[in-house]
C-alpha cells in the first residue's frame, strides 16, 4: 500500500536560527502524535546537517531541495547527491518548476539528477505540472505525461518504485489558486494510468502522488480526501508550524 505524504518546500527561505526554530517548532508540535502521514520538510542545504540534528528523523524526514548533476569534482559551488545523504536527508525534491524555469533543469538533466540521488540512496520527491496556457489549451495531461517519461521511464520498476512524485501546476504554486480536487483527482488518476501503462498496476498503486500549488490547512482535507492524492507538497504554509501541522492532520 503506497504512503500518505505530507512533505514541506521552504524554497529560499528563512536564514539558519530561523530554519533550527521553525525545525524544532514542528519537532516539538509532533511529540506524542501519531500522524497518519509521513512528515518531510525540505530545507536549503545550508541547513540540512543542523535540522537533522535537532529533529526526531524517524518522525521527520529531511529533504534536500535540489542536487548536482555531476557526482563530485570541479563543479564550483554545486551539492552533490552524495554530500547531501552525508547530512542524514533521506529525500531530495528534483524537477521543482522553478527550478526547470529559472535554472533550465531540461528532462535530460534531471533524469542524471534522479539517477545520482538513488545511487546515493535518497528517495527523489520527482516533480511535474503544466503552465496555465497549457492547461488553457488542455494539454496538462500530455505535459506531464512527458516529463515523466523524459526523466523516469528509463528507471527499472524496481527503481521507479523508490520515487515519490509532485504534481504541481505552476499556475497554482504561490498564487493562491489551488486546483479543484476534482482538478487534482483527475490528472492524478491519469498519471496512475500513465505509471501503469509502463510499469503494471502493483508498481502504479504504489506510487505516492502529492498534489503542491496553494495547498493549506483550508483546502487539504479535501484534495486528500481523493483516492489517487497521496498527499501535499507544501511551499508557503510549510514555513510556519501554525499553519503546517493542520495539513499534516488533515489525514
Ligand atoms: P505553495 O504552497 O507556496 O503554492 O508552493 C507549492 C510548491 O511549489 C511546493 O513545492
Known sequence: MRKNIVAGNWK???TLPEGLALAKGLNEA???KTPN???IIG???THLASVAAVIDTNKIGVAAENCADQAAGAYTGEVSAAMVASTGAKYVILGHSERRAYYHETPEILKTKV???LANGLTPIFCIGEV???REAGKHFEVVDAQIKGSLFDLSAED???IVLAYEPVWAIGTGKTATSDQAEEIHAHIRATLAAKYGKEVADNCTILYGGSCNAGNAKELFSKPNVDGGLI???SLAVDKFMPIIEAF
Open 12 to 14: 529560499m527561505n528563512t
Open 30 to 32: 509532533l511529540k506524542g
Open 37 to 39: 502521514c509521513d512528515v
Open 43 to 45: 530545507t536549503p542545504f
Open 115 to 117: 539517477n545520482l540521488a
Open 132 to 134: 496555465l496556457e497549457e
Open 160 to 162: 521507479f518504485g523508490k
Open 235 to 237: 511551499g508557503g504554509a
